[in-house]
């Protein structure tokens, strides 16, 4: 059911933006911010045991959070920034769900900065985000799918001069 929902819910918040009278930009804006967070609430709010690669984070989210001094959490081989994201929200008390949550955000962020600077159509940009299985690799590869997304954004940017 919920792909069903993920895939059908673009198209009716494409229609019913439509229908509204604001300026092409505003609905663009609104369209991928509506998108963004229905696909980071999907990812965002997954069982930890989801594919195959989520489980690792997670045991590897515990283990950080539970260190004892500060510069052993970069013995788990994930990238510095990645590492010291799940340090931080170990250490504020807060849960696994919340690095997923900041992830997709970002990778969302990224993502539809680069539909609205590219010029390309926000719906079917979406459409095929999803489709194409990338939004699912979000679900366990949501590092990779992150570093994606900013290359995408950079490389475009380049691309566009």
């Not at 069903?4 to 673009?10: E, G, H, K, S, Y």
């Not at 980071?40 to 989210?61: A, C, E, K, N």
């Not at 799940?86 to 969302?108: D, K, P, Q, R």
Request: aromatic share 18%.
């Amino acid at each position: 059911m919920i792909y069903i929902a993920n895939v059908l819910l673009p198209f009716l918040y494409y229609l019913i933006l439509k229908l509204i009278s604001l300026k092409k930009d505003d609905k663009k804006k609104i369209f991928l911010f509506l998108c963004s967070i229905q696909i980071i609430l999907i990812v965002g709010t997954r069982s930890y045991s989801t594919g195959i690669d989520t489980p690792v984070y997670y045991y590897r989210f515990l283990q950080m959070k539970n260190v004892s001094h500060f510069f052993e959490i970069f013995i788990f081989g994930f990238e510095p920034f990645y590492t010291l994201l799940n340090y931080i929200i170990g250490v504020l008390g807060l849960e696994f769900m919340w690095v997923n949550i900041i992830v997709a955000s970002l990778t969302m962020y990224f993502l539809s900065k680069t539909i609205l600077e590219s010029g390309c159509n926000e719906l079917w940009s979406i459409y095929l985000y999803i489709s194409t299985c990338i939004f699912y690799q979000m679900m366990n590869q949501h590092r990779q799918t992150l570093a994606m997304a900013i290359i995408l954004h950079f490389s475009i940017g380049i691309l566009l001069i």
